[in-house]
């Protein structure tokens, strides 16, 4: 079975600063890793994923994170935050083969302030 | 337009009633899934529909009975309402069951148990 361990969760930051939350996961066969944002009283939407290729994948509005094999993380990064990006980030895996069947982690309120 | 959407969008009920919550999808997607996202934010799937079939079925109490009348719709009905149902319970659909596809999320149904 697969689990996803996010240890932070909440992470204040002001704006424009750099911010990291930490994404592990556990897993005896390969995993397909995706980050969902959920803003204030609204559902999921996808922020980025990893799927194969290039461990470094980005996201439209600034947001990246890094597939590191060795140390099962998926981190998702933003050089500088804004207001706007204050929300709940949920790192999710996929097991890839059959049915799609996301296990997510526990969720990381970033707080950002002004 | 709304892409998934889901009704009621708040239900506050008492223990022992039966209600139901219904989720409709204009994506044209073939599958759909229920999840339950506890008072800690932790999400967990319940079910997952692919053409009207049920494809995923977690350990769910027998008192929570999905149904698909069509590709574009997924119900949820809940009988004997619990205390411990009480939780925010969000469809999604994804364009194929797939295990690398990008799930959409609907605004989500506030359920209180009294």
């Known amino acids: 079975a697969q689990s996803v361990t996010q240890l932070d969760s909440q992470v204040p930051v002001f704006e424009e600063a750099p911010v990291e939350l930490r994404c592990n996961y556990s897993?005896?066969?390969?995993?397909?890793l995706f980050w969902y944002v959920q803003y204030p009283n609204q559902g999921l939407q996808l922020l980025l994923k990893?799927?194969?290729?290039?461990?470094l994948v980005e996201s439209i509005n600034g947001f990246e994170a890094e597939f590191n094999k060795s140390q099962t993380s998926f981190h998702l990064r933003k050089p500088s935050v804004h207001i706007s990006d204050t929300a709940e980030y949920f790192c999710?895996?996929?097991?890839?083969?059959?049915?799609?069947?996301?296990?997510f982690g526990t969720g990381t309120r970033l707080l950002v302030s002004p | 337009d709304t892409a998934v959407s889901q009704t009621p969008k708040y239900l506050v009920t008492q223990m022992g009633n039966d209600k139901s919550i219904k989720c409709e999808q204009n994506?044209?997607?073939?599958?759909m899934y229920w999840y339950k996202q506890d008072s800690k934010k932790f999400l967990k799937i319940m079910f997952s529909?692919?053409?009207?079939?049920?494809?995923i079925n977690e350990t769910v109490p027998n008192r929570f009975s999905p149904k698909s009348p069509d590709k574009a719709h997924l119900n949820l009905h809940i009988n004997s309402l619990e205390l411990g149902d009480s939780a925010v319970y969000f469809c999604?659909?994804?364009?194929?069951?797939?295990?690398?596809?990008?799930?959409?999320f609907g605004p989500g149904t506030r359920l209180l148990v009294l």
């Open positions: 529909y692919n053409n009207k079939e049920l494809i």
């Open positions: 990893y799927l194969s290729g290039s461990t």
């Open positions: 999710a895996v996929s097991v890839p083969r059959g049915f799609q069947k996301l296990v």
């Open positions: 897993s005896s066969v390969s995993v397909y």
């Open positions: 994506l044209g997607h073939d599958t």
């Open positions: 999604a659909s994804s364009q194929e069951a797939r295990y690398q596809e990008t799930q959409y």
